[in-house]
């Protein structure tokens, strides 16, 4: 690969990644907004989300599987895959939208944003990686600034009574997603972008069925405009087209790379949260939000300068 070519590379890379990125802050917009206009409960709108996703998963796992380079998965690839997509997209969106019926887009997208964090955490404990001064910094940086916002949300938010709960369940999604990141970032080159988002989503849309089904009589579930509305603004706007983008991304740059980018993320949800559900912009929350980019960004170029395309 020449330097313009690998350049070129890098640009498509940064630029889907970014998309992305930007794409997957809506998701909390819409599920706040579907809670506040239709009274749907987590695990429903949970479920709707990949009902409608589904129908683009399977299509995108068969084109996938009839690429004649497709190189065949070993039995452990698969076992890996399935716990990804268990990991990275059943429990966390589980955690995340149980969290989200009591904490602000805002705090959520704060909290959220530690997974980079644990990601570096998880690498040293499993794969008995060096744990640099820098790193230190910034893991010191990242959670001030959590604690920080968290702080400046005990100010206006503790009148839900869920609020401590629903913190813990977003910290819970934080954790499980550094799960989904570290595997990713050690499956998708093997497997290939487009069909390791497929075959994950398709195992985690299986364990989300089944946990609405053992919950919930699907025969009552009512499809008013609203909830069908939020529900395919889910799925394709929050989901689909963000899922195969950073997939894709982390193939081209690495998962270190598109960790840096995804710093927009905590940025884009207080923005939008502040026009589509009237959230207050604090001083402290701009502060906070301020020092956990910093972090995360001190995290994302210590990595880089070690492995500039993460494998």
């Known amino acids: 690969m020449t330097q313009q070519q690998h350049q070129k590379n890098l640009f498509i890379g940064f630029a889907i990644s970014l998309a992305g990125a930007i794409l997957f802050s809506t998701k909390a917009i819409f599920v706040k907004l579907a809670f506040r206009e239709t009274g749907v409960d987590a695990v429903t709108l949970l479920a709707l989300r990949m009902l409608f996703s589904l129908p ?23 076992f890996w895959i399935i716990v ?16 989200l019926q009591y904490v602000s887009a805002g705090l959520e997208r704060l909290i959220l944003f530690l997974y980079p964090t644990f990601a570096v955490l ?10 640099s001064g820098v790193q230190l910094i910034a893991l010191v940086l990242t959670y001030l600034g959590i604690g920080i916002a968290y702080f400046a949300e005990l100010t206006t938010d503790t009148g839900s009574p869920g609020f401590y709960f629903g913190s813990l369940m977003i910290f819970l999604c934080a954790v499980t997603y550094s799960f989904y990141l570290v595997g990713t970032g050690r499956l998708v080159q093997k497997a290939g972008a487009t069909r390791y988002t497929a075959y994950a989503m398709l195992a985690a849309t299986v364990g989300i069925f089944l946990h609405f089904l053992v919950t919930h009589d699907a025969g009552k579930l009512v499809f008013t405009p609203a909830l069908t509305g939020y529900a395919i603004a889910l799925a394709i706007i929050a989901t689909v087209i ?4 950073m997939s ?19 940025v884009s949800t207080i923005i939008q949260a502040h026009f589509f559900l009237g959230e207050k912009i604090l001083f402290m929350q701009i502060a ?7 972090g995360v960004l001190l995290i994302g170029w210590k990595s880089s300068q070690a492995s500039p395309i993460d494998n």
Do not use: H, Q
């Not at 683009?56 to 190189?71: D, L, P, V």
């Not at 990804?84 to 969290?99: A, K, N, V």
């Not at 963000?242 to 983008?245: A, E, G, H, T, V």
């Not at 906070?288 to 910093?294: E, K, P, Q, R, S």
């Open 84 to 99: 990804m997509g268990i990991f990275g997209y059943y429990l966390s969106s589980l955690f995340d939208f149980i969290g």
């Open 56 to 78: 683009f998963y399977i299509a995108a796992a068969w084109f996938a599987g009839r690429k004649e380079n497709t190189e065949p998965l070993s039995n452990k690839y698969w």
């Open 248 to 266: 894709s991304g982390m193939k081209k740059i690495g998962s270190n790379n598109v960790s840096i980018i995804t710093s927009i993320g905590p």
């Open 122 to 131: 998880l690498n040293t404990w499993l794969f008995r990686a060096k744990l």
């Open 288 to 294: 906070g939000t301020v020092l956990v980019i910093a």
């Open 242 to 245: 963000p899922s195969f983008l």
